[in-house]
T-cell receptor, first 111, second 113 residues
Framework: GQNIDQPTEMTATEGAIVQINCTYQTSGFNGLFWYQQHAGEAPTFLSYNVLDGLEEKGRFSSFLSRSKGYSYLLLKELQMKDSASYLCAVRGPSGTYKYIFGTGTRLKVLA | EAQVTQNPRYLITVTGKKLTVTCSQNMNHEYMSWYRQDPGLGLRQIYYSMNVEVTDKGDVPEGYKVSRKEKRNFPLILESPSPNQTSLYFC????????????FGPGTRLTVT
């Protein structure tokens, strides 16, 4: 079957660093995505990984290990506005453009 | 302004009454997709379209129809809605199927009684 696991909730302090993990088991892999979703709003794109390694984009970084079916999103210098849900998604199998999303991790940033 | 629009934003309807949720994008994107979002289940893909007249099933297509007659529009049709289709629906588009970023519409909250 297809499955994406991520923690339901995390709490961190303003200015800190937080790592949100995502593990996946999917039939085929054609890229892993992270989206941010504020309460009551639509998801917005954060990052994309298709090869193993780290992709850095300002305060956000995303890591992928395809052999382990594992990714993480790293958020540095946390700000109050980072309080949101973070969605991990896998695209695949190859030749299709289907997306499987995890249920999301709700991050609370405390002052 | 580049955007994905959905209409209506909110809809309350009764079981069995056919409805259409419209989705339109002004970015000349080839790829469009519909999702539903339910508490505890996350976003689930219903249908997607690679281009005009090309559509394919996502994970939860049962009870839904789509069409892609024009590049900019991708309506979602519920021919006979049931209460289990009560959900928050998002339309999304991207430059192509292989593009990294999907742009999501604002969502349509549907309640079927």
């Amino acid at each position: 079957g297809q499955n994406i696991d991520q923690p339901t909730e995390m709490t961190a302090t303003e200015g800190a660093i937080v790592q949100i993990n995502c593990t996946y088991q999917t039939s085929g892999f054609n890229g892993l995505f992270w989206y941010q979703q504020h309460a009551g709003e639509a998801p917005t794109f954060l990052s994309y990984n298709v090869l193993d390694g780290l992709e850095e984009k300002g305060r956000f970084s995303s890591f992928l290990s395809r052999s382990k079916g594992y990714s993480y999103l790293l958020l540095k210098e946390l700000q109050m506005k980072d309080s949101a849900s973070y969605l991990c998604a896998v695209r695949g199998p190859s030749g299709t453009y289907k997306y499987i999303f995890g249920t999301g991790t709700r991050l609370k940033v405390l002052a | 302004e580049a955007q994905v629009t959905q209409n209506p934003r909110y809809l309350i309807t009764v079981t069995g009454k056919k409805l259409t949720v419209t989705c339109s994008q002004n970015m000349n994107h080839e790829y469009m997709s519909w999702y539903r979002q339910d508490p505890g289940l996350g976003l689930r893909q219903i249908y997607y379209s690679m281009n005009v007249e090309v559509t394919d099933k996502g994970d939860v297509p049962e009870g839904y129809k789509v069409s892609r007659k024009e590049k900019r529009n991708f309506p979602l049709i519920l021919e006979s809605p049931s209460p289990n289709q009560t959900s928050l629906y998002f339309c999304a588009s991207s430059l192509g199927g292989g593009a990294h970023e999907q742009y999501f519409g604002p969502g349509t909250r549907l309640t079927v009684t």
